[in-house]
């Protein structure tokens, strides 16, 4: 039932038959940052995530899941949730006591930090081998997958990872939870979360100039904000001709969960007349945004015109009133010329 559902799943997800091909592997994962202070101290920090977006957090005063969106629970029961939530507590568990433990024989030193990522992906159809790493103080320490773990450093790495593997007890469940459950609750997340997952925000674009490069030359930036899903098209064009050299920002996320992209060209400035930027996204249909950089000027002359009068309006309208103050009575003040 699991392969039966995924090209199903696939189909719903956002951007998946565009044809610009954004069709991406979608990925569910859950991290795990355990900081170690003393031998009677530390932290877990644990999230998920359901590609970029984050699904779950961790309430460490109670050491209970928060579910972050309705859709969270995904189609699994509170019987069943509640089974994970005790299976990762121990996993979690195992990890602290491991570290704790060796730290004299493995040569540690308090504070430190082990990161652990646990991972599964469906795409093209198919559901993938899950994987999990772990790393100490940022660097890949290693790495689980087809129910055995592989050392990713020296010496030390090796001792960690035979280690690991004397428990097949605990090989078999991290094993059944990335071939399993992980794809099962995945799609669980995809079903549960479509509505919100296949949303269409239409996105808001702006020009403005960049920092001076020098004299004679402009950068011209094309802001795009509040759109989603993410994958979207942005360039700078002179009619239908793409401009080269047009750099482009990463795309980053709005707190709202939209996203925002910013789009640069770097031109002489008696070439910036007539250059354009297009904005082309899946929620626009076959209608894309056009931005001219000339019209920009207009429309900030249009702006000034409209709103310096409406600045001195109040300022003229105070000195009438004083002169009709100080002018009682009328015959005190001369007629206006």
Known sequence: MLFLQLPLMLALLPGADSEDGFQEPVSFQIIGIL????????????????????T????????????????????FSNEKLME??????????????????????????????????????????????GFVQVAYQGSELLSFQ?????PKGGGWAKLVSSLF????????????????????FLLGLLDAGKAYLQRQVRPEAWLSPGPSPGP???????HVSG?????????????????????????????????????????????ASGLSCRVRHSSLGDQDVILYWG???SVGWIFLAVTVPLLLLPGLAFWVRKRRTLCQPASSCLPLE
């Open 35 to 54: 900081s170690f202070y003393n031998r009677s101290w530390e932290e877990i920090l644990i999230s998920s995530w359901l590609g970029e977006l984050q």
């Open 295 to 297: 019209h920009r000027s």
């Open 56 to 75: 779950h957090g961790w309430d460490r005063s109670s050491d209970t899941v928060i579910y972050l969106w309705p859709w969270s629970r995904g189609n």
């Open 165 to 184: 593997n004397l428990d097949q007890g605990t090989s078999e469940i991290l094993h059944k939870l990335l071939s399993d459950s992980c794809p099962r």
């Open 227 to 271: 759109f989603y899903p993410k994958p979207i098209w942005v360039t700078w064009m002179r009619g239908e001709q793409e401009q080269q050299g047009t750099q482009r920002s990463d795309v980053v996320p709005n707190a709202d969960g939209t996203w925002y992209l910013r789009v640069s060209l770097e031109v002489e400035a008696r070439e």
């Open 84 to 129: 994970l939530d005790n299976i990762f507590r121990t996993l979690f568990s195992m990890f602290v006591q491991i570290f704790h433990n060796r730290i004299i024989q493995w040569q540690l030193k308090y504070p430190f930090d082990i990161q652990v990522a646990g991972r599964c992906e469906l795409h093209s159809g198919e559901a993938s081998a």
């Open 216 to 222: 004679g030359r402009l950068v011209l930036v094309c």
């Open 146 to 150: 087809k129910k055995s773990w592989s």
